[in-house]
């Protein structure tokens, strides 16, 4: 079994994640930002701050593969005076940083994960791995731009990169759009949400963690770019109803006056938010499948009521 380095490690899917690779007999060296709280698989390493001239000496010594999850994330209110600048700092710099210091110490297999958001924020058809990426916030360029620092950093250095591109994913533990959906859906009055056709692909934390293990090891994976989801995609109204039913809310959808929304919504500036709502955006995850003979461990119902279960059993802190 292998020795792996997981940053991000106390993160929504480090945590599953360490404790999966535990679990298959690896031993994992959980590298986080400070210890907060314990985790609850792996080794701890404290790295602090991720930067540009962060020493990953000590969190790669005897590393057979490297599952590089930390980074700066979107939030609602950036505090940051220029966010692009504070995204690709973390996100590009360090991560190259990391990748070198990584094939220095003869890592085999560096799995970084970056979105499905790298293909824009909506598309007529399922995006696949060849259709030329379209970011639009700071968050998804600076993924695209890491992407591609590390594509010509593997290149040079033989470092074994595989890169997994991921939508949105839900699971026990989860933040940000889920959580504040879940919000939303626990209320027992009407949403005007009803009678939306778009189509919208997600991934449960389940079926990631298990998708990451494979990439681990699966041969024919170096050196290429792979699309995830849990096969099954949605309308925001389904996943609305399905939401409701599984924290035990009725459904009660009104027909949503689409034109309407987006109208009023850009005369309020929210224009590009709701169009994510409205709008679909999908994957094709069927190469990804086909290379590596994955299947989804978890349906997308059981990934849907793991996550309303521990909402349910958490509402008061969250």
Not at 18 to 34: P, Q, S, Y
Not at 266 to 283: P, Q
Not at 295 to 311: I, Q, R, V
Request: aromatic share 6%; glycine share 10%.
């Amino acid at each position: 079994m292998a020795r792996i380095l997981v940053t991000g490690a106390d993160g929504f899917v480090g945590r599953a994640l360490c404790h999966r690779l535990t679990t298959d007999g690896h031993k994992v060296v959980a590298a986080v930002r400070a210890i907060r709280q314990p985790l609850p698989a792996g080794t701890p390493i404290v790295v602090g701050d991720i930067g540009a001239d962060i020493d990953w000496a000590p969190a790669l010594a005897g590393i057979q593969a490297v599952v590089h999850l930390a980074a700066r994330v979107h939030v609602m209110r950036d505090e940051a005076t220029d966010p692009p600048a504070a995204f690709r700092r973390v996100n590009v710099v360090a991560t190259r940083r990391l990748a070198e210091q990584a094939a220095t110490h003869g890592v085999g297999r560096f799995i970084f994960v970056s979105t499905a958001k790298v293909h824009g924020e909506v598309g007529t058809q399922p995006f696949r791995e060849t259709d030329a990426p379209s970011p639009t916030d700071p968050y998804a360029i600076s993924k695209w731009e890491a992407e591609q620092s590390l594509s010509a950093t593997a290149q040079r250095r033989g470092l074994g990169l595989v890169i997994l591109r991921p939508p949105l994913v839900h699971g026990p533990g989860v933040r940000a759009n889920f959580r504040s959906l879940l919000r939303m859906c626990d209320t027992p009055w009407p949403l005007p949400l009803g009678g939306i056709g778009n189509r919208r692909s997600l991934l449960s934390l389940g079926n990631l963690v298990s998708a990451i293990a494979m990439a681990l090891a699966a041969p024919g994976l170096v050196g290429r770019t792979w699309l995830l989801s849990d096969g099954h995609d949605v309308s925001i109204s389904e996943l609305v109803v399905r939401l409701r039913q599984a924290l035990g809310r009725p459904a009660r959808l009104l027909p949503a006056p689409q034109a309407l929304i987006r109208a009023t919504s850009r005369l309020g500036g929210r224009g590009a938010a709701v169009e994510r709502v409205l709008g679909s955006l999908a994957v094709d995850s069927r190469a990804f499948r086909a290379a590596t003979g994955w299947e989804p461990p978890f349906d997308f119902e059981s990934g849907l009521a793991a996550t309303a279960a521990w909402y349910r059993n958490n509402r008061n802190a969250t």
